[in-house]
């Protein structure tokens, strides 16, 4: 079966600047979730999906980010206006049902804010 | 809230030889999962080994193993006949019934030749 997709692959913006991050999860999963990696530590959780509904997200910068998933399937990550911090690689993860809670991980998107 | 704290930034093993990956948490909850992810440099994160929370044996597949240890909240990873492609980093991490995946920050292992 295909696996995460995520692109852009690498993005560099300047401060200021908009950015959207695609992700498109296994077929059937219904729970969709986007992390923040920054380098040289664990991901953190940035919000949870389950459908197209907002389970979890405690930890999202909502005064910049934003995200959606129309339909269920498909999701946009926004960052609008980027800071230096934001530079990180954004990782998209989806998960089935059943009851190992694994998650699979995309490829992520590599972003630095210059 | 539940952590995971894994204590060694890095660590390295001679190719062929063992090497053990600490791991410790916290979590409030009775039913839990415990997973390693490994994370080459292309950074695609693999998932490596899962432990129920409810089973008293310890995980195994193939060359990893983990030693579970449920009262003292210890998650180890060892990996036996390590090889090349066994560098990366290898992140210990939690996973509520809330379906919430809590990450460690990382232990980065290099195999030498």
């Known amino acids: 079966e295909a696996g995460v997709a995520q692109s852009p692959r690498y993005k560099i913006i300047e401060k200021r600047q908009s950015v959207a991050f695609w992700c498109n999860p296994i077929?059937?999963?219904?729970?969709l979730y986007w992390y923040q990696q920054i380098l040289g530590q664990g991901p953190k959780l940035l919000i949870q999906?389950?459908?197209?509904?907002?389970?979890?997200d405690s930890q999202l910068p909502k005064d910049r980010f934003s995200a959606e998933r129309l339909k269920g399937v498909d999701s946009t990550l926004k960052i609008q206006p980027a800071k230096l911090e934001d530079s990180a690689v954004y990782l998209c993860?989806?998960?089935?049902?059943?009851?190992?809670?694994?998650?699979?991980f995309g490829p992520g998107t590599r972003l630095t804010v210059t | 809230a539940q952590t995971v704290t894994q204590s060694q930034p890095e660590m390295s093993v001679q190719e062929a030889e063992t090497v053990t990956l600490s791991c410790t948490y916290d979590?409030?909850?009775?039913?839990?999962?415990l997973f390693w992810y490994k994370q080459p440099p292309s950074r695609q994160m693999i998932l490596v080994i899962r432990?129920?929370?409810?089973?008293?044996q310890n995980a195994t597949e193939n060359r990893f193993s983990v030693n579970f240890q449920k009262a003292a909240k210890s998650f180890s990873l060892k990996i036996s006949d390590s090889q090349l492609g066994d560098t990366a980093m290898y992140f210990c991490?939690?996973?509520?019934?809330?379906?919430?995946?809590?990450f460690g920050g990382g232990t980065r292992l290099m195999v030498k030749p």
């Open positions: 999906f389950q459908n197209n509904g907002v389970v979890d």
């Open positions: 991490a939690l996973n509520n019934a809330g379906n919430m995946l809590t």
């Open positions: 432990q129920e929370a409810y089973k008293q």
């Open positions: 077929s059937g999963h219904a729970t």
């Open positions: 993860a989806s998960r089935g049902l059943g009851p190992t809670y694994e998650q699979y």
């Open positions: 979590t409030s909850e009775s039913n839990y999962y």
